[in-house]
């Protein structure tokens, strides 16, 4: 995780950010190093309670959320005071949620209010190019890889508010149902959830409340499935 968070601070642009009506004036920073290291510990610690739900650990991911909850007490933070509120009231609605469905929607709620910030500032927190795409083969692995590839890109388009990454991983999940272990059901709604959002994208008519809600939909799905495993 330090890892991916000392990436997550290295130099790549950021996609264009929603066309629905929510795109954000930029905002200027007295000081960028004090908002760059809580917009990192934040990454982390969002990436961990994701991970967390998708393992079932609902009181884990609960405890971390509370994290988000506190805010720092640091001037360098009040050029964006509206958007770290934010960020605390959808994270104190994930502390107090009674199932893993409903923490998953919550916890792409706290996503979309992380790229509020995030999208006032693009060049101050980027992540690195994505790894290469798996190609389409038909083997079970291969399909599991460009399942996971695909969640990834789609988590780092909702949190960080970059266009390219939530169309592609939309486009690889809506390309085909995903292997599941456990039925058709789960593959096939998580394929037409990626294929509205898809379409919704294309027709310029999302925002960055419609991705997140559709991502909560989709790791509500993710979810229950390795909940079956």
Do not use: N
Request: charged share 25%.
């Amino acid at each position: 995780m330090r890892e991916y968070i000392l990436l997550a601070l290295a130099a790549a642009a950021c996609g264009r950010p929603a066309s629905g009506g929510d795109d954000p004036a930029p905002v200027q920073l007295d000081r960028p190093g004090v908002v760059r290291y809580h917009m990192a510990r934040h990454f982390g610690d969002l990436r961990d309670i994701e991970r967390m739900l998708l393992a079932g650990k609902l009181e884990d991911a609960r405890t971390r959320a509370f994290l988000l909850t506190r805010p720092p007490k640091d001037i360098g933070l009040s050029p964006l005071a509206a958007e770290s509120q934010a960020v605390e009231e959808a994270a104190a609605e994930l502390v107090e949620a009674p199932t893993i469905a409903e923490a998953c929607r919550l916890e792409a709620k706290v996503a979309k209010a992380c790229a509020s910030c995030h999208v006032h500032i693009p060049r101050l927190l980027r992540l690195p190019p994505p790894p290469e795409e798996p190609s389409p083969e038909p083997a079970l692995d291969v399909r599991m890889a460009r399942h996971q590839w695909a969640a990834d890109r789609l988590w780092e388009g909702v949190v960080m508010g970059d266009e390219r990454r939530w169309r592609q991983g939309l486009e690889v999940l809506a390309m085909r149902p995903v292997p599941m272990p456990h039925g058709d059901g789960l593959a096939r709604r998580l394929q037409k959830l990626a294929t509205d959002a898809l379409g919704d994208f294309e027709s310029r008519s999302d925002t960055y409340a419609t991705r997140a809600q559709a991502y909560g939909e989709m790791l509500v799905t993710c979810a229950a499935c390795h909940r079956q495993q």
